[in-house]
């Protein structure tokens, strides 16, 4: 089977790690034992896709599914750089061959469909490749009447494959339809970025959804945001707190509870 | 003519030349009229030298003349072909749960005789119907009136056609506040599952996941001259080349225009529009999307639910450009 690169690290290496959070330098050891949250704040680290299944799926049981997928060149696009090229350094550097991963696995022994993104390659963009390899894993669960697990990052629909991409929201989010009325149970993790075409698709189609603590969570991203309406926002606009006081997701959850959270979630959906 | 002083003061700069033959033909006629003078085959020659202009123009376009064909300010909006082929419109407001959204217009009405659900897009025409309207970019309760409106549908069995023309949904705090991505994504499941027919014609402008949001169907199509992308070209610009002029650039990249649209398999038909774009004559571009419409809604009719869903899930499960990677990479890592 095909294994991107799991031994690349999304945190870049180096004794001290400055906080984003707090902006202190935090002794690294201490961030990657707390699971990559910062010691002094609670911030948390953006981690990656084999990150996500390392902390919250049972050590050795995840499958991964569909690694050979690999994106193509639809429009041959090329802005200031060509997309091509784009996705050969991502790949380079990450040893991941898209933005996201997906297999079965347990979660305390529990079977789960589990899907993870990885904001490093091309900010976590939904493309053909992400909507495919996610709409194979909602369509197996249905098929295989396994609960889906998805943890979403994204910056948003993937630009360079343009309507392409937009159509990508679509196809998941119509297999979770079929998936729904078959009964299946969906637990939506939102993770710091999640914005733009995946708010607006799969990752708001949670039976429940889950967020990690001050993670950005929105449609429009929050620099054109910003440039558009001119006004000053409050400080937690746009973050898990904000959504959970909008009522628009069902907790906030800490990274190293994120696993028995969903775990017990499940006992009850299935 | 208030028409023609109209399409001179709104005119585009590779319009002129056309307008230009087109005024000097009226001059012309105006002449022969008062002065009994027989100007035929001058007006003739002129009429074939504006044809052959038109025909040079409008056949050549770049991808940015045809975004801003899209955006003309004469041209037909969602609300003027439901002007133009539906009879005893009524239109329904709110969302039920928070207000009303003026770039959103739902209501009941007939096309021919075959009654329908009719969600449009709204821009608005005079400055301060844009603005009511945010200049046709909806907020979370436009998208929320838009799913009420769809299940009202769904529950008297009365087939549903959408008309989009959006530069994406709106970009504001009260939307991000309101949840304007959440509502997208229901509007979307459920469209992908809503048990009546379902036509989706875009008309303007299609951006982002605001013109998804009311625009799932079994039927797809786009007017000659509308584009459809993931942003619009003067945003893409702004992220990918940090400067908006670059826009013509963005808009080649994109490949938004309704016949890459066509090759891509994303839509299944081109709706024609008279040379030189719908608002040249917007009477003929009517009979056009009435003839669409109508063709797609019979069709639909005679299709059982259940293979209309299926065959709704197959057309969006099949999109998308990938491929699997050669078995020599199996080895790698
Ligand atoms: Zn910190």
Redesign the interface.
């Given at each position: 089977?095909?294994?991107?690169?799991k031994k690349k690290k999304a945190v870049p290496d180096g004794l001290f790690v400055k906080c984003d959070g707090c902006g202190a330098m935090v002794y690294r050891k201490n961030v990657q034992e707390l699971l990559h949250v910062c010691p002094e704040c609670n911030h948390h680290f953006r981690i990656g896709a084999w990150d996500r299944v390392e902390l919250h799926t049972d050590e050795g049981s995840f499958e991964e599914m569909d690694?050979?997928?690999?994106?193509?060149d639809?429009?041959k696009?090329?802005?200031?750089k060509a997309y091509v090229d784009d996705l050969k350094r991502d790949t380079e550097e990450t040893?991941l061959?898209e933005a996201v991963i997906c297999g079965t696995a347990r979660i305390e022994s529990r079977p789960v469909v589990f899907t993870a993104m990885d904001f490093r390659f091309r900010g976590a963009s939904m493309g053909?490749?992400v909507?495919?390899k996610l709409?194979r894993a909602i369509e197996l669960a249905t098929e295989r009447h396994l609960p889906l697990v998805m943890v979403a990052a994204s910056g948003g629909?993937?630009?360079q494959?343009?309507?392409?991409?937009?159509?990508?929201?679509?196809?998941t989010?119509?297999?979770?339809?079929?998936f729904?009325?078959s009964g299946g149970a969906y637990v939506s993790v939102m993770t710091d970025p999640t914005t733009?075409?995946v708010?607006?698709?799969?990752?708001?189609?949670g039976d429940v959804i889950i967020a990690e603590p001050g993670a950005l969570i929105?449609?429009?991203g929050p620099r054109?945001?910003k440039q558009?309406?001119n006004?000053e926002?409050p400080p937690d606009?746009?973050t898990s707190e904000f959504l959970l006081e909008?009522?628009?997701i069902d907790m906030i959850v800490e990274r190293k509870d994120i696993k028995p959270t969903v775990a017990q979630v499940l006992s009850y959906l299935t | 003519m208030a028409v023609n002083a109209n399409q001179e003061r709104f005119a585009y700069d590779f319009e002129r030349p056309i307008l230009d033959i087109e005024k000097h033909i009226r001059e012309l006629s105006e002449r022969a009229a008062s002065e009994h003078e027989d100007l035929s085959a001058k007006i003739e020659k002129l009429e074939r030298k504006r044809d052959r202009l038109l025909e040079k123009t409008f056949k050549n376009l770049t991808a940015y003349q045809q975004v801003k064909l899209a955006r003309h300010p004469l041209r037909p909006h969602p609300m003027d072909y439901i002007g133009m082929l539906v009879s005893d419109f009524i239109e329904l407001h709110g969302d039920r749960r928070f207000g009303d959204d003026d770039a959103i217009v739902a209501g009941l009405g007939r096309l021919d005789d075959r009654r329908a659900m009719f969600i449009a897009l709204r821009k608005g025409k005079e400055t301060k119907e844009k603005i009511a309207a945010n200049f046709g970019m909806p907020r979370a309760e436009g998208y929320r009136k838009a799913l009420h409106k769809m299940k009202l549908a769904e529950k008297f069995g009365l087939p549903l056609i959408c008309l989009i023309d959006t530069a994406g949904?709106a970009?504001?705090?009260a939307?991000?506040?309101?949840?304007?991505?959440?509502a997208?994504?229901?509007n979307?499941?459920?469209m992908?599952?809503l048990a009546v027919p379902i036509v989706v014609l875009v008309t303007g402008e299609a951006c982002?996941?605001g013109?998804?949001?009311v625009g799932?169907g079994d039927r797809f199509a786009m007017l000659e001259n509308a584009y459809?992308?993931?942003?619009t070209p003067e945003?893409?610009a702004a992220?990918?080349?940090k400067d908006s002029d670059k826009a013509p650039?963005?808009a080649e990249?994109?490949?938004?225009t309704a016949a890459?649209?066509l090759e891509?398999g994303?839509i299944d038909t081109i709706v024609r529009e008279p040379l030189g774009g719908a608002h040249r004559d917007p009477l003929v571009t009517s009979r056009n999307v009435e003839q669409y419409l109508t063709k797609a809604l019979g069709e639909l009719e005679q299709t059982p639910i259940e293979q209309l869903l299926e065959e709704?899930?197959r057309r969006?499960?099949n999109?998308?450009?990938?491929?699997?990677?050669p078995p020599a990479?199996?080895q790698?890592?």
């Open positions: 089977m095909l294994r991107f690169g690694a050979d997928l690999l994106p193509c639809p429009l696009f090329v802005a200031k040893g061959s053909s490749v909507g495919e709409t629909a993937r630009m494959e343009s309507a392409l991409s937009l159509m990508q929201m679509a196809k989010c119509a297999a979770l339809q079929r729904s009325k733009g075409g708010t607006a698709s799969w990752a708001s189609m929105g449609f429009a054109v945001l558009t309406i006004q926002l606009f746009q909008h009522g628009f | 949904a970009c504001a705090a939307a991000e506040e309101r949840g304007v991505a959440m997208i994504a229901e979307i499941l459920t992908a599952g982002s996941g013109a998804l949001g799932v459809y992308s993931v942003i945003g893409l992220i990918l080349w650039e963005a990249a994109m490949k938004l890459h649209m891509a994303i709704r899930y969006y499960r999109i998308g450009v990938y491929r699997t990677a990479m199996e790698a890592g």
